[in-house]
Every structure is written in C-alpha cells, then in structure tokens.
C-alpha cells in the first residue's frame, strides 16, 4: 500500500446552533488509511467533506446541510476512496447534535 501524504484541515465542530468550531490542520495525512483509521486517530465521531481545493465553497459558516450520502464519509473506505485529497477541508462532529440541527436548522448568535 502506499504512503501517499496529504495535508487536510478538520474543523473540529462543538455547536451547529452557534457556529462554534476550530479548525485544525493535519500534515502527513496517509490518504490510503480507511476513514475508520482516520477517525481513530480523531476519537471516533463522523467527518463530513466541506471544501476541496479549487472547488466551490458552502455559504454554511460550519457544515453544508445537502448531500450526506456523498459527503459523509463511510468508515470501510479509504481517505482517497472517500474523495479525500490534498488541502481537503472536512468537519468532524458528533452526528446526533447534527441530526438534530439538520432537523431545525436554527443559528444562535
């Protein structure tokens, strides 16, 4: 398998209601690892792609509510199976606080 290495940025999302979230950027990502690996490595959670480079951007301060069954990432697959790549932007979160916003998308400032 090879090594090959990506540089990503996870937002590390505490609230959706309060757009509260701190980016952090990971150097020396293997994009072969599964998804599962990655989220190990993270604490177990769910990562959601939010931006990939020279790609369109969401209007969502935090995470862009459409497309989860092509966004979220599924835990057998690779980090390049998943669409992973270099200076991919991604959300890691707790998936029940972002079905329940999903469900009352209602921002608090």
Known sequence: ?????I????RLVR???HR???PVVYHDVNVNQSVKEFLSFLQNDTLKIIHQAHGAKTNDLVVSLDNDDQLIL???S???EAGVA???EMAYFKKEDYET???NPVVIW
Not at 7 to 10: F, G, L
């Open 7 to 10: 540089t990503v940025t996870v």
């Open 78 to 80: 690779t980090l390049k």
């Open 1 to 5: 398998m090879s090594s090959e290495k």
């Open 101 to 103: 916003y999903k469900t």
């Open 20 to 22: 509260n979230f701190k």
């Open 15 to 17: 609230s959706f209601e």
């Open 74 to 76: 599924k835990e057998t």
């Open 86 to 88: 270099h200076e991919t």
